[in-house]
């Protein structure tokens, strides 16, 4: 599937980096969502948008802040990480949010080792 | 709360029996439920979803899954089972408007396959 591409695959970084994930999706949806994968824990919601505009914020904290310049395009910055922000971080694609019967495409992820 | 509950968190068959991964689910009003599968590497796909009508779903790659309201089960089958289908997979269930909604995902059952 590479409907949805992120990169980097992998990042390691210290506490007091600052790193961005980029998604991007070839599909002409509207709608991208962030999404946290612990280990031993569900796949965690983390920020949507559509249409460019963020529609969720699932009180994230601060140190990850998304953009979305446009509808192709998601980013996640990342600032001052703790250790237990590693995670496999999945970006996802819609055609929109306008009804769940709307299928999400996700991407590989980015595994982030936050050290 | 809402809540998805896969009870099985790894489980073993042999290429060619037959699977059954189960899924429980919590939520006051009519669910919509889905089925997805994450290779090694690689993102999550759908297999399946519920929205209403038969409750006998049919998907991809010779999944099935069948709704009971009764029981808030949504239970994930297929016949025989082929090694390329070790994978891990997830239940969730879509909760609020369909407007608004967002999916809430289990822990995920890891699936081996035994040659």
């Known amino acids: 599937e590479t409907g949805v591409t992120q990169t980097p695959r992998h990042l390691v970084m210290g506490m007091t980096n600052k790193k961005s994930l980029k998604c991007e999706q070839h599909?002409?949806?509207?709608?991208m969502y962030w999404y946290k994968q612990s280990a031993k824990k569900p796949l965690e919601l983390m920020f949507v948008?559509?249409?460019?505009?963020?529609?969720e914020n699932n009180s994230v904290p601060s140190r990850f802040s998304p953009e979305c310049p446009n509808s192709s395009h998601l980013f996640l910055h990342l600032h001052t990480l703790q250790p237990e922000d590693s995670a496999l971080y999945l970006c996802?694609?819609?055609?929109?949010?306008?009804?769940?019967?709307?299928?999400?495409?996700f991407g590989p992820g980015t595994r982030l080792l936050v050290l | 709360a809402q809540s998805v509950t896969q009870p099985d968190i790894h489980i073993t068959v042999s290429e060619g029996a037959s699977l059954e991964l189960r899924c429980n689910y919590s939520?006051?009003?009519?669910?919509?439920l889905f089925w997805y599968v994450q290779s090694p590497g690689q993102g999550l796909q759908l297999l399946l979803k519920?929205?209403?009508?038969?409750?006998l779903v049919q998907g991809i790659k010779g999944f099935e899954a069948e709704f009971k309201r009764s029981q808030s089960s949504f239970n994930l089958r297929k016949p025989s089972v082929h090694w390329s289908d070790a994978a891990e997979y997830f239940c969730?269930?879509?909760?609020?408007?369909?407007?608004?909604?967002?999916?809430?995902f289990g822990q995920g059952t890891t699936l081996q396959v035994k040659p």
């Open positions: 948008y559509n249409f460019k505009e963020q529609t």
């Open positions: 996802a694609s819609s055609r929109d949010i306008q009804g769940l019967q709307e299928t999400q495409y």
């Open positions: 599909l002409g949806h509207n709608a």
């Open positions: 969730a269930v879509g909760v609020g408007s369909s407007n608004t909604g967002k999916l809430i």
């Open positions: 519920y929205f209403s009508g038969d409750t």
């Open positions: 939520y006051g009003a009519t669910p919509y």
